[in-house]
Each structure stands twice: as structure tokens, then as C-alpha cells.
């Protein structure tokens, strides 16, 4: 018998995507896909590379994905080089060749911009960033660009708005582009939970890129500590949460699925603005309408059975207020 064949880095990598990770990572990547119709035939996705954990391995499952051959779309793995020294480009090349993934990159000056910028310098980077990314996709004929946030992004985002904003808001798996027609924006890593990605990637035993940019490199020279920030703020704040109830994202995840807008204060729509009081009166006809005593008797009858004193069980003959 011969020797087995010793697999090349990337080979493990793509074995444990579909092995040890297949539930935490691959099966979810693919829920998202399909739940939320991430991907149609003939799409032409520019697969987006920051050079971090997430994105590496959004790349890799996309790889996954040609293979199977699932869909009938295109791919290209773009990664803009927002202004990175020459050390962490070089490692994002590094990174690209040991996992066989073949990026395309492009220059941009954004970080030069950004840190001349006093107020929301990470506001402004992330929104040039898109920019950047969906003009150059455009340019390769794709019609989708694909960003890797994950679980956490997303419930962390919930309560930024909540926390910071005043604003109750969620980051959505798929957007239109505001100003590139024709575009959309896709996350399919939006069911992955961050923990799974670290796991992968030290099983793995790889190293990428973190916050690289030139604004958070100076703010940890002068303040000689790892850069602080809102969302880090909220991590740790879920961290400690999970501890008291281990349910805690999947509650705050489940919470802007099942928003009741009867319940809500005011809400925007696009350009509409609605507030309770608009409609206030005519939504109380409405329930006086429905109002019949054959319904307050199904009401008695159902809570009485939820209080657990059976149906034969009278309160007295007197009338009983039940309200939602």
C-alpha cells in the first residue's frame, strides 16, 4: 500500500469546513443563503477580503459552495487595500496563497482621508470602504458584493442603535444600494457565531489581520492600551449577559423578528413616519367591531384553561375583564 497523501494547508482548512465545523459554520452559512435568498442564479458576486478572520473564511465557504455546485453564479475575491502598511498587506497576500484563495486586490487612500477626520472616523471609513468595494465590483461586472459580518455583528448592532442611537434597528442580511444601481449587498455569514469562527481559525492555526488601520495604530501608541469603542462596549456587555442566560443573543435576535407594530410608539418606512396616535380612534372601532359576546366567552373559556381550573369551573357568575 502507498503512503496517504499528506493534504497542503488550505486541503485541511477545506476538510474541517465540512467535518468538525460542518454544523457550527458550514450548515449555518448555508441557511443563510437560502433563507434569506442570498444567492440567484446568474449572480456575479464579488466576494469581499478584509484580511480578517471572517472574511477569510466567508471566502472559503464560497469555494465550498463552487464546488458543490449549488448555484449557478460567478465569484471574485476582491480586497481593497484601504491604505494598510506594507507589513499587513503583505500578510493579507500571505494569508490569500496559503489558503489558495485568488484575491484581487486594489489600492485606495482611504485611511489617509479618515484619519484627518475628528468626528465618526470609523463611521466615515466603513461607508468609503462600501463605496469603494461596490464601485470596483460594478467595474468587474458582479452584481452582489459579499461582507462577512456574523451573529454577533448583527445582535451587537440591535443594541448600539438601542444604546447610542435611540434607535431600535438590526444589520439586514441583504440590502439594495443606495446610490449604485443595481447592487446589492449580501452577509451570508449572518447565522455564524463569532466564537465558531475563532475556534476554526485556531484549530486551524491561523493568524489574520485585526483592526489594521492607522487611526486605531496611533490611538494605542498614545494611550498605550488597546483601543476602546462602542461595540467593543456592547460585546462585553452580552458576554456578561450570557453568563445569567446562556439564550441571551438568540432573544435579542428573535426580538427584531417578531416586532408588533401595534405595540410600537412611532416607526419610519422609507420616507413615512407613523405614530400611534395617527390612527389611534380608528383602530379602537375596529376593535369595538369585533367585540362579540361569543368572543369574550372563547377569551373566559381560554383563560381559565391556561390558569389550569378546568372548563366546568364558573367564577360566580359575574363578568370577567380580560385584556391583552
Not at 469546513?17 to 456575479?44: C, H, M, V
Not at 372563547?298 to 360566580?316: H, P, Q, R, V, Y
Request: glycine share 6%.
Amino acid at each position: 500500500m502507498g503512503e496517504k497523501r499528506k493534504l497542503e494547508k488550505y486541503q485541511e482548512v477545506e476538510r474541517s469546513l465540512i467535518t468538525t465545523y460542518r454544523k457550527p459554520i458550514w450548515s449555518r452559512f448555508i441557511q443563510a443563503i437560502n433563507e434569506y435568498k442570498l444567492i440567484e442564479d446568474g449572480d456575479k458576486i464579488a466576494v469581499c477580503i478584509s484580511g480578517g478572520k471572517d472574511s477569510m473564511l466567508m471566502a472559503k465557504c464560497f469555494q465550498e459552495l463552487e464546488r458543490h455546485g449549488i448555484k449557478n453564479f460567478e465569484v471574485v475575491y476582491l480586497c481593497m487595500n484601504p491604505g494598510y502598511n506594507e507589513k499587513n498587506r503583505e500578510k493579507i497576500v500571505e494569508n490569500a496563497k496559503l489558503l489558495n484563495v485568488p484575491i484581487q486586490i486594489f489600492d485606495t487612500n482611504i485611511f489617509n482621508v479618515v484619519t484627518r477626520i475628528e468626528n465618526n472616523p470609523c463611521y466615515i471609513c466603513a461607508r468609503m470602504r462600501r463605496g469603494y468595494l461596490y464601485k470596483k465590483a460594478r467595474e468587474l461586472g458582479c452584481n452582489k458584493i459579499a461582507l462577512g459580518h456574523h451573529f454577533d455583528d448583527v445582535i451587537e448592532t440591535v443594541l448600539m442603535g438601542m444604546f447610542y442611537g435611540s434607535q431600535f434597528q438590526t444589520m439586514m442580511p441583504k440590502l439594495h444600494s443606495t446610490f449604485h444601481k443595481g447592487m446589492e449587498l449580501i452577509r451570508p455569514m449572518y447565522f455564524v457565531n463569532e466564537a465558531d469562527v475563532i475556534a476554526w481559525k485556531n484549530k486551524n492555526g491561523l493568524e489574520f489581520l485585526q483592526c489594521a488601520c492607522k487611526f486605531t495604530e496611533e490611538y494605542t501608541k498614545t494611550n498605550n492600551k488597546e483601543g476602546e469603542s462602542k461595540r467593543k462596549e456592547v460585546k462585553d456587555l452580552i458576554a456578561n449577559l450570557r453568563k445569567i442566560n446562556p439564550k441571551v443573543d438568540i432573544n435579542i435576535f428573535r426580538s427584531v423578528e417578531n416586532v408588533n407594530l401595534d405595540t410600537i410608539i412611532s416607526y419610519r418606512r422609507g420616507d413615512e413616519f407613523h405614530h400611534f396616535l395617527d390612527d389611534y380612534e380608528e383602530q379602537g372601532r375596529i376593535k369595538d367591531a369585533k367585540i362579540s359576546e361569543e368572543m369574550i366567552a372563547k377569551k373566559e373559556k381560554k383563560f381559565l384553561l391556561e390558569m389550569g381550573n378546568g372548563e366546568s369551573k364558573a367564577i360566580d357568575n359575574t363578568t370577567m375583564e380580560i385584556e391583552e
